[in-house]
C-alpha cells in the first residue's frame, strides 16, 4: 500500500516508509550511501563551475568540464579564480572548442557566484562550508538570478558537507515511485533526511546513493 505525503509536512508514516523501503534496497546492495567521488575537490574554480553547470546538462559533461577547471591550479582559490575568468567568463569557458553545450548563460553565473564569495572573503572550500551554514548568507546566494536552492544545497555537498541534500530529478523521480505522489522541493528534502536519520547514514551520502541507484537503471 502506497503511503502520501500530508500538505502539511514530511508526516511520520510516511518517513517510517520511505526508510523502510530504502532499508531494503540498502540490505540488498543494490542502493549504496556513498560520499562523491572525487570529494573533497580542494578547488573553489571546480566547485563553482559544478555547482551552477550541473544544471539541465548531462552529469558527464559537467563532470568534464569541472576537471578540465580543476587542472587549472591558479583558479584554487575563489579570487584566483576570478582573475583567471579577468572579467570575461564566456571566453575563459569559450576556449575550450572542443565543447558544444550552451555555456555562455551559466559562464556568466559562474562568475556572479564567484564575486559575490570573494566579496564576503570565501577563499577556499572549508571557508565555504562554514559561510554557507549560515541561513542568511544562502539567501544571498538565492537573490542571483539562476542560483536556485538545489543549487545551494549542492554546493553544501560540495563543499563537504554531511548534513546537506540536493534534491534533483533523480531523486524526486525516486521518491514519486516510492510515496505515490510529486511535491515539493523542501518537502522532499525533509523527506530524504529524516530517513537518512533512520537509517544512520550522512543525508549526503543517501542522497548521492539514491541519485546511484536511479541513474544505473536508466
Known amino acids: 500500500m502506497k503511503r502520501y505525503l500530508s500538505s502539511e509536512g514530511v508526516g511520520e508514516g510516511n518517513v517510517e516508509y520511505f526508510a523502510n523501503r ?6 540488498s546492495g543494490e542502493l549504496k550511501p556513498q560520499a562523491m567521488p572525487d570529494l573533497p575537490l580542494s ?3 571546480a566547485i563553482i563551475t559544478d555547482a551552477i553547470f550541473q544544471g539541465g546538462m548531462r552529469y558527464t559533461t559537467v563532470e568534464d568540464w569541472r576537471s578540465w577547471v580543476r587542472s587549472r591550479q591558479e583558479a584554487r582559490t575563489t579570487s584566483g579564480f576570478l582573475r583567471l575568468l579577468n572579467e570575461k567568463p564566456q571566453a575563459f569557458y569559450g576556449s575550450r572548442r ?19 564569495l570573494a ?14 551554514q549560515n541561513e ?3 539567501g544571498e546566494l538565492n537573490r542571483i538570478r539562476g542560483v536556485g536552492k538545489k543549487t545551494v544545497d549542492y554546493l553544501r555537498i560540495l563543499s563537504g558537507d554531511k548534513n546537506a541534500v540536493a534534491i534533483d530529478s533523480r531523486i524526486q523521480s525516486f ?15 525533509e523527506l530524504v533526511m529524516q530517513t537518512a536519520e533512520r537509517v544512520t547514514v550522512p543525508p549526503a ?11 544505473a537503471r536508466e
Open 22 to 27: 530504502l532499508q531494503l534496497l540498502i540490505s
Open 43 to 45: 578547488h573553489m574554480g
Open 98 to 116: 572542443n565543447q558544444k553545450t550552451a555555456w555562455g548563460r551559466k559562464a556568466n553565473l559562474v562568475a556572479k557566484v564567484a564575486r559575490l
Open 119 to 132: 566579496k564576503c572573503n570565501v577563499e577556499s572550500e572549508e571557508a565555504l562550508k562554514t559561510w554557507l
Open 136 to 138: 542568511a548568507n544562502r
Open 175 to 189: 521518491i514519486k515511485e516510492t510515496i505515490g505522489r510529486q511535491f515539493g522541493y523542501e518537502q522532499a528534502r
Open 205 to 215: 551520502h543517501l542522497d548521492y546513493g539514491i541519485w546511484s541507484y536511479m541513474e
